[in-house]
């Protein structure tokens, strides 16, 4: 589906405040309730807008620490046998295959560094887990919504 400026801006307005009303988000991009209304509702239907969700500080579920962990796995491992693999572990909140000598990215929340480690031993415990590579994450410099690329005027898709 082709986006145009007026989709991108409802879909910004959405992101920045997911609870917002059709006629708020009428009043930033310039249309009534009603034809934001129709055009989310095409959004949804397309696939661009896939859902609506609250956005929680990981800390308030004692979620304090993040690590990134890097897989290297034996022969041709499957992509879909490793996100099967990590599927299993609520801690894991990303992963991706990557380019590079790694297979495979995890994005890791845990209660403390103790936390990641017994996640990371269960996770190279996996049959096809030939090493791990970890780096814990001091300090987060830019958190922008999952999904959303920034740009200088405003948020595009």
């Not at 397309?46 to 993040?66: D, K, M, N, Q, Y």
């Not at 990215?105 to 269960?122: C, G, K, P, Q, W």
């Not at 814990?136 to 999904?147: C, F, H, N, T, Y």
Request: glycine content about 6%.
């Amino acid at each position: 589906m082709e986006l145009d400026r007026l989709d991108r801006d409802i879909i910004a307005a959405l992101v920045d405040d997911a609870r917002a009303t059709y006629a708020e988000v009428g009043q930033l991009v310039g249309l009534s309730a009603s034809a934001v209304k129709r055009r989310v509702d095409r959004l949804r239907e397309s696939g661009a807008i896939t859902g609506f969700s609250a956005r929680v500080a990981p800390e308030a579920l004692g979620w304090t620490t993040e690590a990134y962990v890097e897989l290297f796995c034996q022969g041709k491992t499957k992509p879909s046998d490793i996100a099967l693999a990590v599927a299993k572990f609520p801690e894991v909140v990303g992963a991706a295959t990557i380019t590079g000598e790694a297979d495979a990215l995890l994005h890791i929340r845990a209660t403390d560094v103790r936390h990641v480690e017994r996640v990371i031993e269960r996770i190279a415990a996996e049959t096809f887990v030939v090493r791990t590579k970890s780096a814990i994450v001091l300090s987060r410099l830019v958190d922008a919504p999952s999904g959303v690329v920034r740009n200088e005027t405003r948020l595009i898709g």
